[in-house]
């Protein structure tokens, strides 16, 4: 049976999870029917929150994320969790295992939980993250975790993506340290030191702590170090408080208003950009005309810079 | 970009062997395929809404302690229930070969037994999934 | 030039001889862990030997050679076969069936449900009852399990881990139902829980309090059950979830230490409880290799007992084994030939020493022991036993320089582990950060890359198959009513059992997990009262909590 949109997206706007995971899959495989169906469903976008989660493997994020999301369900917030895991760069698959760990929501009607790999391009996946969490906005969802391991640059792009960044980070020597060289300290909202009963713990929260005082008070909010223990669920409530309290600073700031305006120009730009090369390599047969300028260039004749040049010009006609 | 086949690997029940389940994951990311893998001890229940949840087009599910007969059918039963009715079921396990035709007729249509080269059914899947639906989509 | 000159001169002039025809298979000349192995072994591969230092007498610091001075010659080792299924009345007649075919030991199989703490009409059982083990909800079903079976003549080891002291306590009621006194019995419960974490991955609680369990078992039985075997160290498990022979050995030895650090630091004194701890390893395919594991496995322990936990009794330094033929290399295809490889597997445990030995059956890899598969894995035992010779005298191959160079290598590899261990703080952490399960992963998948590939050969799988083969054995069925029974039994036990005292002595457990007194009295009483084993894990699992899982890749 092909694909009939226009019943998937009836049974979406019903609430049926299925058309909802569908609808995902369409989206995060550029199916030709997903500009359609994000553009049907951006009106509906703009009510939820996304919360960042980010840090090196074996941090507990996974566990993290489950104990939060059940703290915002008491809140009666809906929950969509967006946990991302890198595609092996030698085969092109990956192992996604983070919802394992997610186990006191993954049988709640109020949570949805979507495991993605980054599918080899770190950049092209901050977009295709944020298209998937516009998705669970329209269906209806309150908040989305956006888990991912936070080591590389196109995860600090998936990180910037959200609202509220949470770093986690563990006790184990050098962790705190490799998390400034990652540039982690940038962009985190909230620190939490996870495993915390475990040795070295107090050393590593005062050493976040001298190291955040130099950073700048970024509009209102002094990013605060917590403690948690995951496991035990120890910590999660204070770290859920400490979201929503950032959150709410966004919000009442105007800050999401103009996130969101950035977020929308950067998206014009960006479909534009790929639409213009993808325009442009049809219409004017950019390929074969890059190759005669290689030539040239190789031949002594002209100079890269000078080929783009005359390239554009061309285009431009 | 080449559509990613996508598959759920899951251990319905009680068993805790997960050698074969593992090994059969990391065969399958190899070969290029995304998978999720449920963790021990699942529910039927667990694994249907996961199945969901993911989209997958297959779900693997992996069984060494003789409940298969009882755990397989119910997980293809809860699938059917949730709307899912076009991804493939495929088992492995310790499974005697009377088995394998009821657990056909219930839904699995294939059960990789013990020395099943993880090749044969990395190459199962990909030919099933090419001329699947599941493919355009 | 001194000896080992001379052979080293001489071996060199030999290589030049044979380099004309010195031709070699296109074949892995590798053991199945993947340790390469030379063309020939000589004296000088096990220079530096001290045979009083390294090898010693039987029965003898380092113990390398056997844990008792006269071996097999005083005492053949007990073949005891890992048995259970359907109901404690069907498993009670295989019992009798082994008994009467001259086992020497009985091993408890339990099912799933019992394995994960859970009673078999509980919704998490449904479908798992009886099928991979006996279904054991209560002393009333234990008794059953027993019935016409004297605990004062027959010594039975139980596998079973998370839920062991509600099965030891039992064990202990059907012994007293009998009139055989706790200090009369005998046996063995596996009670291992870090392999658990590692390997079997049938846990039920955290590691701390389930820490606390095992050493209140070790104080309980070292006052009244002294003929009992505590834990039984286990390897096996680590070897069938996929490790090396190496890894096998330290990882299992590691767990042992772990569990006697946590006996001395929950004061008890070494040389109590050690004499009581036993272990367990797996019997695979590479002969030598395994020879040279138990030997290693000896040796280590004689001299880290002595030497690091400063234990004093003779008793305490000795490694006493339990051995299984290994599972994970029986194949589905032409089962037939996993008698054989059965076969030499428990071989190589008896040259290697074993206290106690269960041979695999050939359908197992099918379904469980038929009668006639069951039978010839005895019987593969005592053909050993009575016609090969190889019982006539301690510890053959000592001697052997390969089988000693071996020996000595897994002994270093060992060692480097344990370097390891110590590094990222001891077996707990080490656990906690999925270091051993990713070791084992590894090797899993390593080793499957190897079948596939062509590099190792496993008859009847890659190499000599038979397209379209027909299975010709019988093949054991459950029949689905057991769990009809099972759950009808356990409902009327609930019914007639006197539930006020089960409830008081439920609540007496339940204060004594959130103290500190010895878990073992309250579970015990609780037994007594016919307290099923799922109501008593609910209890626990109430204050210690539930493990969660971390899969390692």
């Not at chain 1, 300028?293 to 285009?315: H, M």
């Not at chain 2, 999720?36 to 969901?52: D, R, S």
Request: aromatic share 8%; glycine share 8%; hydrophobic share 40%.
């Amino acid at each position: 049976m092909p694909v009939e949109i226009e019943g998937l997206l009836k049974r979406f706007w019903e609430g049926d999870r299925v058309a909802l995971s569908r609808i995902i899959s369409l989206v995060e495989n550029g199916h030709p029917s997903s500009l359609f169906v994000l553009d049907t469903l951006y009106q509906h976008t703009g009510k939820a929150l996304r919360v960042g989660v980010t840090g090196p493997p074996g941090a507990g994020k996974s566990t993290l994320v489950d104990h939060l999301a059940c703290q915002m369900r008491a809140n009666a917030h809906k929950v969509g969790i967006v946990a991302v895991d890198p595609t092996s760069p030698f085969s092109g698959g990956a192992l996604l295992g983070d919802r394992v760990r997610m186990t006191s929501v993954n049988l709640d009607e109020g949570v949805f939980i979507r495991s993605m790999a980054s599918r080899g391009s770190p950049g092209g996946v901050a977009w295709k993250t944020l298209e998937v969490c516009e998705v669970l906005d329209a269906f209806g969802v309150d908040r989305i975790i956006v888990e991912t391991v936070g080591v590389g640059q196109g995860e600090l792009e998936i990180a910037e993506e959200a609202h509220s960044t949470v770093v986690v980070l563990v006790p184990e020597s050098g962790d705190s340290v490799q998390a400034m060289k990652a540039g982690l300290m940038e962009i985190g909202d909230i620190f939490v030191i996870n495993k915390s009963d475990r040795e070295g713990a107090d050393v590593a929260k005062r050493m976040l702590d001298s190291a955040l005082e130099l950073k700048p008070v970024k509009n209102g909010w002094r990013p605060p170090v917590l403690s948690t223990v995951a496991l035990e669920g120890k910590g999660v409530e204070e770290l859920h408080r400490k979201i929503e309290e950032h959150l709410k600073l966004l919000v009442t700031s105007g800050n999401i208003e103009h996130r969101r305006r950035e977020c929308i120009k950067a998206k014009i730009v960006d479909i534009l950009k790929n639409r213009i090369i993808e325009f442009a390599w049809e219409h004017n047969k950019l390929n074969r005309l890059i190759d005669a300028e290689v030539v040239s260039v190789t031949a002594g004749s002209s100079t890269p810079y000078k080929s783009a040049e005359s390239l554009l010009r061309e285009i431009g006609q | 970009m080449e559509r990613k086949v996508r598959v759920l690997v899951a251990k319905p029940g009680l068993d805790g062997h997960d050698r074969g389940a593992k090994v059969v994951a990391s065969a399958l990311r190899d070969a290029g395929m995304e998978v999720i893998y449920t963790g021990l001890h699942q529910t039927p229940e667990m694994i249907a809404e996961a199945a969901v949840q993911e989209d997958v087009d297959v779900v693997g599910l992996s069984i060494l302690s003789g409940a298969h007969m009882t755990l397989f059918p119910r997980v293809v039963q809860l699938l059917k229930a949730k709307g899912v009715d076009d991804v493939l079921v495929v088992g492995g396990g310790i499974i005697p070969e009377a088995d394998v035709k009821e657990l056909a007729k219930a839904g699995v249509a294939r059960v990789f037994g013990p020395g099943s080269p993880t090749t044969e059914i990395a190459a199962y899947i990909r030919d099933w999934f090419k001329s699947s639906e599941r493919a355009s989509v | 030039m001194d000896v080992y000159e001379k052979i080293r001169e001489a071996e060199k002039k030999w290589r030049e001889r044979c380099k004309p025809a010195a031709t070699q298979r296109d074949a892995l000349f590798e053991t199945i862990s993947g340790d390469p192995v030379k063309d020939l072994y000589t004296p000088c591969d096990i220079e530096g030997l001290d045979y009083g230092r390294d090898l010693g007498f039987p029965g003898e610091y380092p113990f390398t050679r056997g844990v008792r001075n006269n071996m097999y010659r005083g005492r053949l080792w007990t073949m005891r076969q890992f048995s259970g299924f359907g109901t404690a009345m069907d498993t009670n007649q295989r019992y009798h069936f082994l008994l009467d075919r001259g086992q020497t030991g009985l091993s408890v199989a339990f099912h799933l449900p019992t394995i994960m703490g859970y009673d078999s009409d509980h919704p998490r059982s449904i479908g798992e009852v009886g099928r991979c083990g006996v279904a054991i909800d209560s002393l009333e079903d234990m008794q059953v399990l027993f019935d016409k079976i004297p605990l004062d003549k027959v010594s039975t080891s139980m596998t079973i881990n998370a839920p062991a002291s509600i099965l030891l306590a039992f064990y202990i009621c059907v012994g007293e139902k009998q009139g055989v006194s706790s200090d009369r019995i005998s046996g063995t419960i596996q009670n291992d829980i870090l392999k658990e974490y590692i390997a079997q991955k049938s846990w039920i609680f955290p590691p701390e309090p389930s820490m606390r369990i095992i050493t209140d078992i070790m104080g309980f039985c070292a006052d009244h059950v002294p003929k009992w075997n505590t834990i039984s160290i286990s390897g096996y498990h680590i070897r069938e979830a996929g490790s090396t022979a190496a890894q096998e050995l330290a990882f299992t030895l590691a767990d042992g230490f772990a569990y006697v650090e946590a006996g001395i630091k929950a004061g008890l004194d070494v040389d109590r409880f050690a004499p009581r701890l036993s272990y367990f390893f797996n019997a695979h395919l590479d002969f030598f290799e395994e020879i040279a594991k138990y030997r290693a496995a000896r040796r280590i322990w004689a001299r880290e007992m002595k030497e690091k936990y400063g234990a004093k009794k003779p008793e305490s330094w000795l490694l006493r084994f339990h051995t299984q033929t290994a599972g994970c290399s029986l194949t589905a295809q032409q089962p037939e030939n996993n008698i054989v490889r059965t076969a030499y597997e428990a071989l190589s445990a008896v040259l290697g020493g074993t206290q106690s030995l269960h041979t695999n059956s050939m359908d197992e890899t099918l379904a469980l022991p038929s009668e006639k598969a069951v039978q010839i894995a005895l019987r593969t035992q005592q053909i050993i036993a009575c016609e090969t010779g190889v019982a006539n005298t301690i510890d053959p191959l000592a001697g052997s320089y390969f089988v000693e160079a071996l020996t000595n290598r897994l002994e270093k590899e060992a060692y480097d582990y344990f370097e390891r261990i110590e590094s990222m703080g001891g077996v707990v952490k080490a656990i906690d950060r999925g270091f051993f399960q990713k070791e084992i992963s590894d090797a899993a998948y390593a080793y499957q890359k190897k079948i596939e590939q062509g590099k190792a050969v496993v008859v009847g799988v890659n190499e000599y198959v038979i397209e379209d083969e027909k299975i010709e054995i019988p093949i054991l069925k459950i029949d689905p009513e057991v769990e009809r029974i099972q759950v009808e039994r356990v409902k009327a036990l609930r019914a007639r059992r006197d539930n006020d005292l089960v409830k008081r002595r439920l609540e007496v457990l339940k204060n004594a997990a959130g103290g500190s007194d010895n878990l073992m009295p309250p579970i015990v009483e609780a037994a007594r009262a016919y307290a099923t084993l799922g109501e008593m894990v609910d209890v626990l699992k109430g204050v210690f909590g539930e493990y969660k899982e971390r899969p390692i890749f």
